[in-house]
Structure formats: C-alpha cells, structure tokens
C-alpha cells in the first residue's frame, strides 16, 4: 500500500474556485467505476467524500457524523466545545495557516532529518563544487571599465558588463535548477508521507520520485524559459536602439518584467507538487496550478516571499561567519580589500565560503520544498476537502476507511 493516497487528477478535482464548505454532488459512475481516467500504473484514489452527514452512492464506509458545531468548511477543529482537527502527521487536516504551513515544513525536517539530510547535503556538495568549478574555469574575465569612458563608451561597457554578467549567471542558474529538481522531487514525497504520519526513507521517496524526474525537469526548464523570453522581450526594444535612449529603454522595460515574471512564477508556483503527487504532465501541472492559485494569488504571493526573505536570512546567519574565516584565513584577499584593490580570492576562501554554502542549502532546501507541498495540500483543503480523504487515508476514527485498491502502488 502506498503512503500518498488521496492525489487525484483534475478530471476528478475541482479547483476552478469552489469552496470546500459548498455540498458537492456524487461523483458520477458507471458500471466499470469511477468516470475520472486513471493510468495503468496508477488505481483510483479515493474518491472525494460526500457532504458531512451523507454518504454519497458507490462510496465506501459508514457516512461522517455531522459535527454539531463545524469548523473550517464544516470540518471539524478546535475551540470551546469543539474536538481538535485531526493531525496524524505534521500538519492538522484542515485549512492551514501560515505558522502552520512553516512550522509543518521544519517539523518534515524534524522527524525525517535524516532522510531529508542525506538528500539535501548530497545534492548540495554536488551543486557546490561544480558552482565553483564553472566559476575558475568556465565563465569569462570582468569586463574592464575605463576611468572617463565617453557616451558611446559607456554604452558599449555597460552592454559587455551585462552580456558578462548574465553569461556568469548561466552556469549557476543551470546548477541551482538541477539542484531544485532533485531535492523537490524526494522532499515532495517525503512531506506528503508526513502529512499521513507515516516513515519515509530514502529508498522510498527516490523509487517514487524517480519516475517524475524527466517531467519535472521539463517543467523546471519551461517555467526557466517563460521568465526568460519575458525578459528578453522586455529589454529588446532597448537593445536595438542603442545609445542612452537604449539604456532609458532597458531600464523601463527590466522593470516592466519584474513583476509580469513574478506574477507568472507565483500563478504556476504550485505546479511542481501536483506534478509530483497527481502524477500529472507538464502543461496539465501548469494549468493545475493555474486553478489552485486562482482568486488566492495574493495571499500564495505573501506565503512564498515571507518563506524566501527567512530562507535569504537563515543562509546570511551561516554564510556571515564562513566568509569572516574565509577573509581571515586568505590573507592574499583580505590585504587587496585593505589596500583599496579589488581582493582575488584563492581556494582557501573558496572552500571555506562552500562549506557554509552548503550548510545553509542543505537546511533552507527542505523548508522552501516543504512550504510549497504544504500550500498544495492546504490549497487542495480550502477548495476539494481533501482533509476529509487524507484523514480516512490515515485511518483517523469517524472518517470510514479506504475503498480497496483506493491507494496508489509505492
């Protein structure tokens, strides 16, 4: 029996804006089963309960009792004559707020750390070690800038030093998404296994995660292109006239893109984790998200910055001290920075800054994977109950049991 169950496709969610708390008609069926299509390798999840107090026909187990005074969408929580929200794993099933969502993120890192560190340190090392390795052997030389350039001058400098620049991103941007990619996808299976209070080991969460690795990949680099093209286009027109009307030119529309790339990366945010658990593709990933996201982008845009200014804080506290040794112990760097001339870093700055690189990636990788699961599942609460099906999946008293065959394989 697998530990994830309660995933369902699209063809059997409703994401386009219906709250959870609105009764819902029974799915149709026929004689062959559920209507929603499911792959070979794949059975049915359980199907999405009936309203509290019914059962809807072709369901199994006995019908929820209906709470007399009902809580978040008429699931039940605590508070004055009201029983507590049931929480198998790391997070109570029900609507989630934004402590729970971060505390059910570090509580994942908590009870699994040793999974969730042999997973982010391995990558980390990796992604580390080729970051510098591009950094002393593959990027190009800064782009020497004149005392007292001209006009023309200066608008050819500022062009090479923002080819140089974005050409020294591209080496770490490429490492930072392979590096996502094979911490998401594990760390997404991880935390959905919490969610159920059951164990996740590292051979689990790889076998489950393996097979997604090429389609998630393909998002990963999809969503990279759309930011990208959004970027390009907004600072061609700037390109092509030149001069410092071209420079006016970029500048306006670099700050045109900003937000438009935001705003797409936020709105398809959650496509990795219904790509992951919903065993969906790349475009139907996207539009998921699209509907998870819809009416509540505001409040997803909140969650996801407040989760990247504490991950940008944590990996300040430990990467700080690392490049203070790292400055001491060089001491090439550290009399360049003294005399006014810009340091040259040698491989004793390099290793020690890397080790404090790595720390802080592997303890901020697991929260920001975990943040994004959790607004998932919490979005998937609000607006199909999937608490309902989760706490019947976990085998929580009053919420009747799994159809057979209801669970996905491991």
């Known amino acids: 029996m697998n530990d994830t169950p309660g995933w369902a496709s699209p063809g ?12 819902r008609p029974a799915e149709p069926a026929d004689d062959n ?16 309960s009936a309203p509290e ?63 969730v560190l042999g997973i982010t340190l391995t990558v980390s090392v990796i992604a580390q070690i080729a970051t510098v390795l591009a950094g002393r052997y593959l990027l190009p030389e800064p782009t020497r800038i004149s005392a007292e350039p001209g006009t023309a001058e ?31 996808a594990p760390l997404t299976v991880i935390i959905s296994r919490s969610v159920l209070g059951r164990p996740a080991t590292l051979a689990d969460a790889w076998r489950e995660a ?44 670099t700050l045109a893109a900003i937000p438009v790339v935001i705003w797409l990366m936020v709105r398809f945010s959650l496509a990795p984790p219904a ?23 505001w409040r997803i845009f909140g969650i996801v910055l407040l989760t990247l200014v ?34 040259e870093f040698g491989w004793t700055y390099t290793i020690i800054t890397s080790i404090g690189s790595v720390i802080a990636a592997a303890i901020t990788y697991p929260v920001s994977a975990g943040v994004t699961a959790l607004l998932y599942i919490d979005q998937r609460i609000r607006r199909e109950a999937l608490d309902l099906e989760l706490a019947r999946a976990a085998g929580v008293p009053g919420y009747g049991t799994e159809p057979p065959g209801s669970s996905l394989r491991s």
């Open 12 to 23: 059997s969610a409703r994401s386009d804006g219906q709250n959870a708390d609105v009764p």
């Open 154 to 184: 200066a608008l050819r400098q500022s062009v090479e030093s923002l080819q140089t620049s974005f050409i020294g991103l591209l080496p770490t941007l490429f490492i930072g998404l392979i590096a996502t990619l094979f911490t998401t």
């Open 53 to 115: 107090g019914r059962t809807a026909p072709g369901r199994y187990g006995p019908p929820v009792p209906p709470q007399p005074s009902p809580g978040w969408g008429g699931r039940p929580q605590g508070g004055w004559g009201q029983p507590p929200a049931a929480k198998p794993g790391v997070i109570p099933l029900r609507p989630l707020g934004v402590g729970e969502i971060l505390e059910g993120s570090v509580s994942t890192l908590r009870a699994h750390w040793r999974t």
């Open 33 to 48: 089963g559920p209507a929603s299509k499911w792959s070979s390798d794949q059975p049915p999840a359980a199907q999405w």
């Open 310 to 343: 504490l991950t940008l804080l944590v990996t300040m506290v430990i990467a700080i001290p690392f490049v203070a040794i790292g400055f001491v112990a060089d001491g090439t760097a550290l009399s360049d920075m003294l005399a006014g001339r810009t340091p």
């Open 275 to 297: 790509l992951m658990l919903e065993r969906q593709g790349v475009i139907a990933s996207l539009r998921r998200s699209a509907k998870l996201v819809q009416g509540t982008w």
């Open 210 to 253: 393996r097979p997604r690795l090429a389609q998630l990949l393909g998002l990963t680099l999809l969503l990279a292109l759309i930011a990208a093209a959004v970027g390009s286009l907004a600072v061609l027109p700037g390109l092509l006239v030149g001069d410092t009307a071209g420079l006016t030119l970029i500048a306006l529309g």
